[in-house]
């Protein structure tokens, strides 16, 4: 895809989420910390302080917002599994962008990333059925079922680690 802004695609799932869907979805949320690693390994401070497109993130801020968002939607799991559609609350992520820690050296979140997908991934492969079925309530967007919300942040990994290697690509680093 040629805009840079979304590598591949909005994410859409329309339909039922099958099993071999759900499966599909986590195994890409676990896959995500490695492919991460690997992409930014080899950048240094100058290319990782390079935005990924005009206007946008640099490279090292989409790395420490990876974890920063996942810690976000992995509470929220948690929140609706234990809870009745708890309401829970947003967050600023361009002002999070922002500030200090998202400056600092990667390697920090890139080991917080690899935490928590290997926590959110073991919770994700042990949900039931009814677990699946089960949802939170975001107050701008609605409704999310637990179901949707795994593939929203499978795509969303995806997403940027495409900002990642799209840049990485385009410099020909």
């Given at each position: 895809?040629?805009d840079l802004?979304?590598p ?5 799932h329309?339909?039922?989420?099958s099993?071999?869907?759900l ?5 890409e ?15 240094n ?6 935005a990924y497109r005009?206007g946008?993130?640099?490279?090292r801020?989409?790395?420490?917002h990876?974890?920063?968002s996942?810690?976000?939607c992995?509470?929220?799991f948690k ?6 559609e708890?309401?829970i609350?947003?967050y600023d992520e361009?002002r999070w ?8 050296s ?7 990333t690899e935490a928590?997908?290997?926590r959110w991934t073991?919770m994700l492969?042990a949900?039931?059925d009814?677990?699946w079925?089960r949802?939170?309530i975001h107050?701008?967007?609605g ?10 942040y499978a795509w969303?990994?995806r997403?940027?680690?495409?900002h990642i290697t799209g840049?990485?690509?385009r410099h020909?680093?």
């Amino acid at each position: 895809m040629n805009d840079l802004r979304y590598p591949v695609g909005r994410f859409h799932h329309s339909g039922n989420v099958s099993h071999q869907q759900l499966a599909a979805w986590i195994d890409e949320i676990s896959a995500l910390p490695v492919a991460l690693r690997r992409a930014v390994e080899p950048l240094n401070d100058d290319q990782l302080d390079t935005a990924y497109r005009p206007g946008g993130w640099t490279l090292r801020q989409v790395v420490h917002h990876i974890p920063d968002s996942h810690l976000n939607c992995y509470v929220r799991f948690k929140l609706a599994l234990t809870e009745d559609e708890p309401t829970i609350k947003p967050y600023d992520e361009a002002r999070w962008a922002e500030l200090p820690d998202s400056r600092a050296s990667i390697g920090v979140s890139l080991s917080l990333t690899e935490a928590v997908h290997a926590r959110w991934t073991m919770m994700l492969r042990a949900m039931s059925d009814a677990d699946w079925r089960r949802r939170f309530i975001h107050p701008d967007s609605g409704p999310t079922d637990l179901d949707r919300a795994v593939g929203l942040y499978a795509w969303h990994g995806r997403h940027h680690l495409a900002h990642i290697t799209g840049t990485v690509t385009r410099h020909g680093w």
